[in-house]
């Protein structure tokens, strides 16, 4: 069965070092997202890709992050400079379409620690 | 904005007994809304989903969950829980005409006790 697939599973980085987390979403899929999970709160969105570019993206989703589809497999969160409330659970999700006519299908998640 | 709340973090029942996991959303016009589920280090997995039509829609499982238009909920049941059944159970939400974006609940975390 396809899935997505995170890489790390767990990340610990020191406060200012960038980071880059890495999902490679269903092969035939075509949109992309990523959402973040603080310990203890709601799983937010993050931002959306579509056709190589951002289609949406939340108000969390500052200059310190940015996303990139760099071999038409892979795709990544890049946080530049990591703070310690970018500590939380990042998952990577990917659909073949638009919500809600087909399924977004979810990666285990990556834990990203900032100490 | 919209927003999902999910009434109690934590829920725990007795096996065979009735799940209940309740969602109460927040819009004007009714939008898309979905249950997934997250077993221990494992990814969110759809459990069920309602777009248009019968209101009472039917998962994986033996999950169901009702949309009330009129209550703005869509709780999730199951009439027997199982043992298998524990996980973190996630109600979310697409809004209408806003892209393919997700908005989640806090999450509920069912135990199932033997």
């Known amino acids: 069965e396809p899935e997505v697939t995170q890489t790390p599973s767990h990340q610990v980085t020191q406060m200012g070092q960038e980071v880059i987390l890495r999902c490679v979403p269903i092969?035939?899929?075509?949109?992309f997202y990523w959402y973040r999970q603080i310990l203890g709160q709601k799983v937010e969105f993050l931002v959306s890709?579509?056709?190589?570019?951002?289609?949406?993206k939340s108000e969390i989703f500052d200059d310190q992050f940015s996303v990139e589809r760099p071999d038409g497999s892979n795709f990544t969160l890049k946080i530049r400079s990591t703070k310690l409330e970018d500590s939380a659970m990042y998952f990577c999700?990917?659909?073949?379409?638009?919500?809600?006519?087909?399924?977004?299908?979810f990666g285990q998640g990556t834990r990203l620690t900032v100490v | 904005a919209q927003s999902v709340t999910q009434l109690g973090s934590h829920v725990s029942v007795s096996e065979g007994a009735l799940v209940l996991l309740r969602c109460n959303y927040s819009?004007?016009?009714?939008?898309?809304l979905f249950w997934y589920v997250q077993y221990p280090n494992q990814g969110l997995q759809l459990l069920l989903k309602y777009t248009t039509g019968a209101t009472l829609v039917k998962g994986i499982n033996g999950f169901e969950a009702e949309f009330k238009k009129s209550e703005t909920s869509f709780h999730l049941t199951k009439p027997s829980a199982h043992m298998s059944d524990a996980a973190e159970y996630f109600c979310?939400?697409?809004?209408?005409?806003?892209?393919?974006?997700?908005?989640f609940g806090q999450g509920t975390e069912l135990s199932v006790k033997p």
């Open positions: 999700a990917s659909t073949a379409g638009l919500t809600p006519n087909t399924e977004a299908f």
């Open positions: 979310a939400v697409n809004p209408y005409n806003q892209g393919g974006k997700l908005i």
């Open positions: 890709f579509y056709n190589n570019e951002i289609s949406e």
């Open positions: 092969s035939n899929h075509l949109y």
């Open positions: 819009s004007s016009v009714p939008p898309y």
